[in-house]
C-alpha cells in the first residue's frame, strides 16, 4: 500500500511564537533593577528611611521576579518544538507570569511587617539624601517602563485584527510591567513621604505611606494573579470568542438547523485558541471541513476539534 501525503492534515502545535523583544526587554529591566535594589536597600538603611528600605526590598522581589520572566521567555523559546507539550510551551511564560504576582503578595507582607514595626518604634530619618536615592529609583522605574512598553510595542502589540485589546496581552510581560508600576508607585510614595517629614516634621508618615504602597501592589497583584490562574486553569468559557464561534456555527448552518451539544474553548497562545465542539444535525452533508470553513474568519481559533452526529429520525 502507497504512503499516504499526510502533510495537509497536520500542523505545528506551537500557537505562540515567543516574543524575542519582551525576553531581551525584560533581561535588560532585570539587571537594571538589581543594581538599583542594591542601592535602595543600603541607602534606606544609611538614611534610616522605612519607606525607601520598602521600596528597595520590594525592588530585591521585582528582580527575581522579573528574572523569573525572563527565564520563562527562554524556556518557552527552548522547548517550542517539544511534543510533550500538546500545546506548545506558551503557558510556561504565564506560568512565569503567575509566579511574579505570588512575589508580589510576599513584598505586600513584608512592607507591611516593616512599616507597622516603624510605625511603633520611630527612628530618625536623613530626608534630603533619602528623597534624592528614591528620586533616582523613580527615574530608573520610568526607564524600565520604556524598555517594557517599546518590547510590547516590537512585538506587534497594537495589532488587534477586529477583536478587543485583552486577546493579545503578553501576561508575562504584563507580569513584568506591573512589577515595574509597582516600584514607581512605591517610590513616588517614599517621595511623599520623605517629603513630609523633611517639610513638616511628620515623621509617622513614612511608615503609612509604606502601608497605602502595599494595598496598592496587593491590588495589581490580586488583579495579575486573576488573568494568570485563568488561562492556567482554563477558566474562559466566558469569553467573547466563545460567543463568536456559537454565532459562527449559527450564522453558517442556519438558525435551527445545527444544534451545539457540547463546547470547549481554552487558549493555547497569547492570541490563538484551541476549539473542541459537538454537533447535531439532520443535514446528512455537514463535514467537519464546512465547519471549520465557517470559524475561518475567526483567526484566533488556530486549533479546531469537530465532532458531528447526524440525527435522521429525531
Known amino acids: 500500500m502507497p504512503a499516504h501525503d499526510l502533510s495537509r492534515w497536520t500542523h505545528d502545535h506551537a500557537f505562540h511564537a515567543g516574543n524575542p523583544a519582551a525576553e531581551r526587554g525584560t533581561r535588560a529591566v532585570m539587571w537594571i533593577t538589581a543594581v538599583m535594589m542594591v542601592v535602595e536597600i543600603a541607602a534606606g538603611w544609611w538614611y534610616n528611611s522605612m519607606a525607601l528600605l520598602a521600596d528597595g526590598w520590594h525592588m530585591s522581589s521585582h528582580a527575581v521576579a522579573i528574572g523569573l520572566s525572563a527565564f520563562a521567555y527562554a524556556a518557552a523559546r527552548r522547548h517550542a518544538g517539544?511534543?510533550?507539550?500538546?500545546?506548545?510551551?506558551?503557558?510556561?511564560?504565564?506560568?512565569?507570569?503567575?509566579?511574579?504576582?505570588?512575589?508580589?503578595?510576599?513584598?505586600?507582607?513584608?512592607?507591611?511587617?516593616?512599616?507597622?514595626?516603624?510605625?511603633?518604634?520611630?527612628?530618625?530619618?536623613?530626608?534630603?539624601?533619602a528623597m534624592i536615592i528614591a528620586a533616582v529609583?523613580?527615574?530608573?522605574?520610568?526607564?524600565?517602563?520604556?524598555?517594557?512598553?517599546?518590547?510590547?510595542?516590537?512585538?506587534?502589540?497594537?495589532?488587534?485584527?477586529?477583536?478587543?485589546?485583552?486577546?493579545?496581552h503578553d501576561l508575562n510581560l504584563k507580569s513584568a510591567y506591573v512589577h515595574v508600576l509597582a516600584d514607581a508607585a512605591t517610590s513616588v510614595l517614599a517621595i511623599i513621604a520623605l517629603a513630609g517629614g523633611w517639610l513638616y516634621g511628620w515623621s509617622w508618615l513614612d511608615p503609612v505611606m509604606g502601608i497605602v504602597g502595599a494595598g496598592l501592589v496587593a491590588l495589581w497583584a490580586k488583579k495579575l494573579l486573576t488573568e494568570t490562574g485563568k488561562v492556567l486553569l482554563d477558566r474562559e468559557m466566558d469569553h467573547p470568542v466563545v460567543e463568536e464561534v456559537r454565532r459562527a456555527i449559527e450564522s453558517g448552518a442556519g438558525r435551527g438547523n445545527v444544534d451545539i451539544t457540547d463546547l470547549h474553548?481554552?487558549?493555547v497562545g497569547k492570541q490563538s485558541y484551541a476549539c473542541a465542539i459537538?454537533?447535531?444535525?439532520?443535514?446528512?452533508?455537514?463535514?467537519?471541513?464546512?465547519?471549520?470553513?465557517?470559524?475561518s474568519e475567526h483567526e484566533e481559533i488556530a486549533h479546531t476539534?469537530?465532532?458531528?452526529?447526524?440525527?435522521?429520525?429525531c
Open 265 to 267: 474553548v481554552w487558549r
Open 82 to 129: 517539544d511534543a510533550r507539550f500538546a500545546f506548545g510551551p506558551w503557558k510556561i511564560e504565564v506560568l512565569g507570569g503567575y509566579t511574579s504576582a505570588i512575589f508580589l503578595l510576599g513584598v505586600v507582607v513584608m512592607m507591611v511587617v516593616g512599616s507597622v514595626e516603624r510605625l511603633m518604634s520611630p527612628q530618625p530619618i536623613h530626608y534630603v539624601e
Open 278 to 295: 459537538s454537533l447535531v444535525t439532520h443535514d446528512t452533508g455537514l463535514t467537519p471541513a464546512r465547519v471549520r470553513e465557517w470559524l
Open 137 to 168: 529609583g523613580l527615574a530608573v522605574n520610568v526607564v524600565c517602563a520604556v524598555i517594557l512598553g517599546n518590547a510590547h510595542h516590537d512585538h506587534g502589540g497594537h495589532e488587534h485584527h477586529g477583536h478587543a485589546d485583552h486577546h493579545h
Open 305 to 313: 476539534t469537530i465532532e458531528i452526529h447526524v440525527c435522521t429520525n
